[in-house]
């Protein structure tokens, strides 16, 4: 079954510190994985999207990486800001053709303290 | 700064009552996506077009959802008649066929079915 589990499904820091988010999947065959910001009541955003190829993408203080063989993503956020607070979402896309081929985590929640 | 909009952002109905949402893409953008978002199933895609045509609606309700892009700048998604279930955050996004991995979000709709 294809599936996205991100944990933790919420965590908390304090402004400054860095932080890891978690992304395994199962999802088969594998097209691409991308990491979505979402603030409360507005829509994702995109900030990395790999394919199979690519085991590290950055994006200003985000950095994804990705692991293949291990079906596993991370999102590392350094020196954490409050606006860093929002929920990270993981959706892994599939090859499959004539059917549903994304298939979403349902996020972590992360809140960052001053 | 191009950005995807979508009317209405907020819409409380009895059920029973028809429900449409519309959403304008990011111009040049020939894909867009409809997604609905709870807090127990998180973002699930329900339907998408591309040079409006249908691709994939399997994620729909068919009795009582449909979904249309009567042109280029106009996509829409109704929900006839609606139930309390149905009540969610709809989310428009569009995308480029050359850049077919990102896509571009809406604010959304946060509907209410009493």
């Known amino acids: 079954k294809n599936q996205v589990e991100q944990s933790p499904q919420s965590l908390i820091i304090l402004e400054g510190k860095n932080c890891t988010l978690q992304?395994?999947?199962?999802?088969?065959?594998?097209?691409?994985l991308r990491w979505y910001k979402q603030d409360t009541g507005r829509g994702p955003v995109s900030l990395t999207i790999?394919?199979?190829?690519?085991n590290t993408k950055s994006n200003g203080r985000y950095t994804a990486t990705l692991d293949a063989d291990t079906k596993q993503s991370s999102l590392h956020i350094t020196a954490s800001q409050l606006s860093d607070s929002a929920s990270y979402i993981c959706?892994?896309?599939?090859?499959?053709?004539?059917?549903?081929?994304?298939?979403f985590g349902t996020g972590t929640r992360l809140t960052v303290i001053p | 700064d191009a950005r995807v909009t979508q009317t209405p952002r907020h819409k409380v109905t009895e059920m029973g009552q028809e429900v449409t949402m519309r959403c304008q893409p990011i111009?040049?953008?020939?894909?867009v996506f409809w997604y609905r978002q709870t807090m127990m199933q998180g973002l699930e895609l329900l339907a998408y077009?591309?040079?409006?045509?249908?691709?994939?609606d399997s994620g729909m309700p068919k009795d009582r959802f449909s979904a249309e892009m009567p042109d280029a700048t106009l996509a829409t998604l109704k929900i006839q008649p609606s139930e309390p279930r149905d009540s969610a955050v709809y989310f428009c996004?569009?995308?480029?066929?050359?850049?077919?991995?990102?896509?571009?979000f809406g604010p959304g709709t946060r509907l209410t079915v009493t």
């Open positions: 996004a569009s995308g480029q066929r050359r850049d077919s991995y990102e896509q571009y």
């Open positions: 992304c395994n999947y199962t999802v088969s065959p594998f097209s691409n």
């Open positions: 790999m394919t199979f190829s690519e």
């Open positions: 959706v892994v896309s599939s090859y499959q053709t004539g059917a549903n081929n994304l298939f």
């Open positions: 111009l040049g953008h020939n894909t």
């Open positions: 077009f591309r040079n409006r045509a249908p691709l994939d």
